[in-house]
């Protein structure tokens, strides 16, 4: 009886990470601006728990949209609702930014952030920013580097926020400062540093934050797993399959890193970047003669 249990209880783990896949795929599919942040990443997270549910998570980010909501009279400006977000994730629900345990993996894990109510900058500003828009407010990334900003925009004026400093208003001077501590004293602000980065990508810097320190501390096969989760909802960055080959091809994967490598080949690379890629291709070739 108890094996029994137990084979329905893998087909179901088996058919759940399957459905989450599926879910994945299709969002990887859809134009930019229709992928919705935090259920995008609720899945992402759903692949390492497919015993469980995810409800439990989706009503927690109804409830963070709908105690903003009962704020509604102070979210008139951008000040205002600047002011709602943050009085509801970091003051009422007790978020804030894991500054002991920064490289902890959970950080990038939307269940386990919700759960520890910890995150980086990344994962508190996709909680941040799915408040926001579900008020139909205007929120979009920054590409600033190293650090993860979040802009408020309305009637023509706009607001940078901090979702890792329990969402502070980030004045020009703090930029700067921001700027020097990443890059040293003599760094200046870029303009390209505050364009806005499309829902697609937020999700992509928010797994590469788990495949870099995966493949840091040699997991390989946990770098290999990310990279393919982030082709999933990236089917078009061909960056992904050169990076999916590499990592194969250091496990020892041969074929798998042919097939990748070869993939990647195919749309067009130039310059250094294809000479190091067909290079890599020809020593792993001549490794199964």
Wanted: proline share 4%.
């Amino acid at each position: 009886m108890i094996e029994s249990i137990s084979k329905v209880e893998v087909r179901r783990i088996v058919s759940n990470r399957s459905a989450i896949w599926e879910q994945l795929m299709a969002a990887g599919r859809l134009p930019d601006g229709a992928i919705e942040l935090a259920p995008t990443a609720l899945s992402l997270a759903a692949l390492d728990r497919p015993e469980g549910s995810p409800e439990p998570y989706r009503s927690h980010l109804a409830a963070l949209a709908a105690d903003v909501a009962a704020l509604g009279h102070r979210g008139g400006d951008l000040e205002g609702r600047a002011w709602a977000i943050a009085r509801v994730l970091y003051e009422r629900h007790g978020y804030s930014g894991d500054r002991d345990t920064y490289d902890d993996l959970r950080n990038a894990d939307l269940m386990s952030v919700i759960d520890r109510r910890k995150g980086i900058p990344v994962s508190l500003g996709i909680l941040y920013a799915h408040i926001g828009r579900a008020m139909g407010w205007t929120i979009v990334g920054l590409n600033f580097p190293s650090h993860f900003l979040l802009r408020l925009e309305g009637k023509g004026l706009r607001l940078i926020v901090d979702p890792f400093d329990c969402g502070r208003i980030v004045a020009p001077e703090d930029l700067r400062a921001l700027a020097k501590s990443v890059f040293g004293t003599d760094a200046e602000l870029d303009r390209s540093w505050f364009e806005p980065v499309g829902n697609r990508e937020i999700l992509l810097r928010l797994q590469n934050n788990i495949r870099t320190r995966s493949i840091q501390s040699g997991e390989l096969e946990r770098g290999a797993e990310i990279t393919r989760r982030m082709m999933a909802l990236a089917p078009g960055a061909p960056n992904l399959q050169r990076d999916l080959g590499m990592v194969e091809a250091h496990m020892g994967n041969v074929g798998a890193a042919i097939e990748a490598l070869a993939n990647y080949l195919q749309t067009g690379p130039r310059g250094e970047d294809k000479a190091e890629v067909e290079k890599m291709l020809t020593k792993l070739r001549q490794a199964l003669n």
